[in-house]
């Protein structure tokens, strides 16, 4: 077998869908199965609340990592996979090391900060592999690689939080983490076996040399980093997009904000079915959404988020107009449904269409912020919600999260693609 990514199709595909299955199963375990785990000890819910927003803080840092990864590397193994190596290793030492604290209810501060190293490992994983991505992955296929990426994730925490719970009723903390440590090392010897480019060394003290392709892309200094980062994000689609994303994630945070206070307290439901719909609805799309991979790379990443965000724009206004409708059983499902279709949806294609306006020159820096802003922004859309809530109904929260998404699909009617890519060779030319 071919074990080279940028020589394989198929070992990308498959690569790349791991090492995001890798971040997912960190996130099961402390975002979803622990904080139950905890409450079912008795811990109280300010605790879970800290344990849950510190250990989480990694996800929201992680484009510090972009700028060290783009002037760091150990090139004969590649540009990005060092790193990727790396933070798999220190995730599989992190996640056992979590497993031997003791007494957990007891000493949150402890588990919470070794929750948090945990995270750190996955952030800077996720990182390393989006760089990895840009890198190795032609244009042409990044919307079915983001498709199986995506999946890879939700596939990730849906089954770690699954498992994990199961070996907490039985075994504690230290029998998930051991349950988890088990793929984590599998995922870890995936990616010391696979390699960037031919002639790379699979690990620093075997044979191999740096690849030109490498050499010419790995910044020399902090002052061209930084100097080439702001050159490419203030493109125009850059701004753009920056913009749209802020409106599209600001009604992401009305949702996750409204949609369980309505479900369970306007609605009457149980906190548990709308915990079960959301993971059911999640996966299921997740499944389809690998039919979406395809879809972008004949028609392009531009027009399925397009499309996308009309859709999800449809819903919340058919939702916000058809508020009579919400006491048929039926309905909450339908519209919890498309909804996460929709955003699987725009997921995949946002991640391909921020990939193709990257310049590799310092590609882990620039997607790193356009990430690290997507969850920004979000967090800025559920603050909003809360201040504008006592003035709205349930029906007008749901039409202004229409608005939200029209607003970004007119700005990203905006964008041209065309023009970014000659500036881009542009810029290429100048270095040169």
Not at 107 to 130: C, I
Not at 262 to 289: H, K, M, N, P
Not at 404 to 426: F, K, M, S
Request: proline share 4%.
């Amino acid at each position: 077998m071919n074990w080279i990514l940028s020589e394989n199709r198929y070992l990308r595909f498959f690569s790349f869908s791991v090492f995001y299955v890798a971040q997912g199963l960190p996130i099961g375990l402390i975002s979803i199965a622990l904080p139950a785990y905890l409450a079912e000890q008795g811990a109280g819910p300010g605790q879970i609340a800290s344990f849950i927003a510190i250990s989480g803080l990694p996800w929201g840092f992680k484009l510090l990592a972009g700028p060290v990864m783009d002037r760091f590397t150990f090139l004969p193994m590649g540009r990005r996979r060092p790193w990727v190596v790396s933070a798999q290793f220190g995730l599989l030492i992190a996640i056992v090391t979590l497993g031997t604290v003791p007494d957990p209810v007891n000493n949150m501060v402890l588990l919470t900060w070794v929750a948090f190293v945990v995270n750190g490992f996955a952030a800077v994983q996720d990182v390393a592999v989006d760089g990895m991505a840009i890198d190795v992955l032609p244009a042409q296929e990044r919307g079915r690689a983001n498709a199986f990426m995506a999946f890879g994730q939700v596939a990730g925490y849906s089954a770690s939080a699954a498992l994990s719970a199961m070996a907490m009723a039985a075994f504690g903390i230290k029998g998930a983490t051991w349950i988890l440590a088990i793929g984590i090392a599998l995922i870890f010897v995936w990616s010391v076996a696979v390699r960037e480019r031919e002639r790379e060394r699979i690990l620093p003290w075997s044979n191999g040399e740096a690849t030109p392709q490498s050499v010419e892309l790995q910044a020399d200094d902090w002052r061209s980093i930084f100097l080439n980062l702001f050159k490419v994000m203030f493109l125009r689609a850059s701004i753009l997009l920056v913009v749209m994303t802020f409106f599209w994630r600001m009604a992401a945070g009305f949702w996750i904000s409204a949609a369980p206070v309505i479900v369970v307290q306007e609605l009457g439901y149980e906190s548990t079915d709308y915990s079960y719909w959301t993971a059911i609805t999640g996966f299921i799309s997740a499944c389809i959404g690998l039919l979406v991979g395809p879809l972008i790379d004949r028609s392009g990443s531009q027009r399925i988020l397009l499309f996308s965000l009309l859709g999800l724009a449809c819903t919340h206004v058919f939702a916000g107009m058809n508020t009579s409708l919400w006491s048929v059983s039926w309905f909450p499902l339908v519209i919890l449904s498309l909804d996460n279709l929709f955003q699987q949806a725009i997921f995949i294609s946002f991640i391909a269409i921020h990939m193709n306006i990257c310049w590799k020159q310092v590609s882990a820096t620039q997607f790193a912020i356009y990430m690290a802003w997507s969850n920004l922004a979000r967090s800025i859309g559920a603050w909003i919600y809360g201040q504008v809530e006592p003035f709205l109904t349930s029906g007008q929260v749901f039409l202004a999260m229409g608005l939200c998404c029209v607003i970004a699909a007119v700005l990203l009617h905006l964008v041209n693609l065309v023009i970014h890519n000659e500036q881009i060779e542009r810029l290429d030319g100048h270095l040169a």
